[in-house]
């Protein structure tokens, strides 16, 4: 069984961690697939570029994928449906044979679909045999806009050989954030938050880039107890989330977010926006906390509620995060990724 992975998601100098489960993914599949079996990536690394700079890096890339369309695959799995879809489209009509999985991921449904394309963008899905939205209401909107069948709920899986809990571990931070420092991760809710609140005895980690960082270097100086950590690998994620007692975010808008499951492998307990993509993973009161989308206050109060949580009841929610998607992890899915392939190719 030949097999291509096909993604815009993987990371890069710029953007480290953008896309890191894709690339775990794909390296955990060359482990658990048979002797008979290969996998390929075909990838493209996120840059920071103007809309004119994604115009040229997109047709780089469709240009660059021409020699796979000479080569033959029993599945290609895309992950991210817009725009590479439309490499998969063309390979299925070259090779019919061919099976085309799609892992979708967040925006690439709820902003890339909309009403004036969808029509478009069902005919090009129509070569899609199986999907896979990372979470369950992602996977609403894709039968709602593309009009596909789901074939499976599945997150993209933690590494759990390195996102696990480290008992004895110091606690430096109180609360930790991971992620893009843009609007849509509500760091700025979380920065007016902590305005708001006015405790500079909280210790906070922001770990991450993007076009919010001057506002936490000015919170830096007016006192703020503000670590901000970039171009973080991986190990230095998981051990900043090991050093911290809660993790923090805000989005507006998400797919099945992994770094909440990742912090959870950690042992932290998640301070979270109150959006249907979190609900699947919040269990308030048991493993975390929801804030309303966009309520600096209400998160003030919550971040002051759990920084004096007593003992025994933050013990408690950390057991609970610990056990809350041990089916998740890294290794779990990819064994369900590999029973699906032989599956699409036998039928």
Not at 82 to 95: E, G, N, Q, V
Not at 205 to 223: E, I, T
Not at 280 to 294: A, F, L
């Amino acid at each position: 069984m030949e097999i291509l992975v096909i993604t815009n998601m993987y990371p890069s100098r710029e953007k480290s961690y953008a896309g890191i489960f894709v690339k775990n993914q794909y390296e955990e599949l060359k482990r658990v697939l048979d002797d008979e079996s290969s996998v390929e990536i075909f990838f493209m690394k996120r840059q920071f570029t103007s809309r004119l700079g994604s115009l040229f890096k997109y047709l780089k890339a469709f240009i660059s994928f021409i020699p796979y369309y000479f080569k033959k695959y029993d599945i290609i799995h895309l992950h991210f449906f817009f725009p590479l879809i439309y490499l998969a489209w063309f390979y299925k009509k070259l090779h019919p044979n061919c099976r085309v999985v799609v892992t979708f991921h967040g925006i690439d449904i709820t902003k890339k679909i909309n009403d004036k394309n969808k029509e478009h963008y069902q005919k090009i899905a129509k070569c899609i045999d199986f999907t896979i939205p990372v979470g369950s209401t992602l996977g609403k909107m894709v039968e709602e806009k593309l009009k596909l069948d789901i074939g499976v709920i599945l997150s993209v899986g933690v590494n759990n050989h390195i996102f696990k809990f480290i008992e004895s571990q110091k606690k430096y931070y109180d609360f930790i954030f991971v992620g893009s420092f843009i609007e849509r991760k509500g760091i700025d809710t979380i920065i007016e938050s902590i305005s708001i609140l006015s405790n500079k005895n909280i210790k906070y980690c922001f770990c991450g880039s993007g076009n919010y960082y001057a506002s936490l270097k000015r919170l830096q100086d007016q006192g703020f107890n503000i670590t901000i950590k970039q171009n973080q690998t991986q190990s230095e994620v998981s051990k900043l989330l090991n050093q911290s007692r809660f993790f923090l975010i805000m989005s507006r808008n998400e797919g099945f977010p992994t770094v909440t499951i990742e912090s959870m492998f950690c042992g932290l307990p998640a301070i979270t926006s109150d959006i249907p993509q979190f609900r699947e993973q919040i269990n308030t009161g048991v493993n975390g906390y929801m804030v309303p989308v966009n309520n600096a206050d209400e998160l003030s109060r919550t971040i002051s509620f759990a920084h004096k949580m007593p003992k025994d009841e933050y013990e408690t929610l950390v057991n609970n995060a610990l056990n809350s998607f041990n089916e998740l992890s890294l290794q779990n899915v990819c064994k369900k990724l590999v029973r699906i392939y032989k599956k699409l190719k036998q039928d």
